[in-house]
Nanobody, 124 residues
Framework: VQLQASGGGLVQAGGSLRLSCAASGGTFSTYVVGWFRQAPGEEREFVAHITPSGRITDYADSVKGRFTISRDNAKNTVYLQMNSLNPEDTAVYYC??????????????????WGQGTLVTVSS
C-alpha cells in the first residue's frame, strides 16, 4: 500500500486548503483513514478519521467545526478540507490507513500505513 498526501502550502490566517490522500496497492475502501499532524518539536497528533463507508467521522477538538474529512472510494482518495486556518495549524500533515480494529482510531499506533506528509504553513 502506498499513500500519497498532497495539497499543502502557504496560506494566510483565515484561509483554506484542501489536502488529498491518494492510495494505491490495496483495497482502500475497506479501511479507516486518518489524518495526523506534526508541528516542529511536537509529537504527531490526531486530526480526524473517517470510516470505510464515510458515514462516521471524528475530529480533534482543536479542528472541530473548521476541518472536514471526506472520502471518494471510487478514486481511492480521502480529503481534508481545512477552513479558518490559524498559525497553530502549521504542521506537516500525514494521512494513514488502519487495517486492524483493536484500539482507538485516534491513536497513531493504531495505523499501519503512512503517507509521506505534506507541509501546511499558516502565516499570521
Amino acid at each position: 500500500v502506498q499513500l500519497q498526501a498532497s495539497g499543502g502550502g502557504l496560506v494566510q490566517a483565515g484561509g483554506s486548503l484542501r489536502l488529498s490522500c491518494a492510495a494505491s496497492g490495496g483495497t482502500f475502501s475497506t479501511y479507516v483513514v486518518g489524518w495526523f499532524r506534526q508541528a516542529p518539536g511536537e509529537e504527531r497528533e490526531f486530526v480526524a478519521h473517517i470510516t470505510p463507508s464515510g458515514r462516521i467521522t471524528d475530529y480533534a477538538d482543536s479542528v472541530k467545526g473548521r476541518f472536514t474529512i471526506s472520502r471518494d472510494n471510487a478514486k481511492n482518495t480521502v480529503y481534508l478540507q481545512m477552513n479558518s486556518l490559524n498559525p497553530e495549524d502549521t504542521a506537516v500533515y500525514y494521512c494513514a490507513e488502519r487495517r486492524g480494529s483493536y484500539g482507538s482510531s485516534r491513536r497513531r499506533e493504531s495505523y499501519d500505513y503512512w503517507g509521506q506528509g505534506t507541509l501546511v504553513t499558516v502565516s499570521s
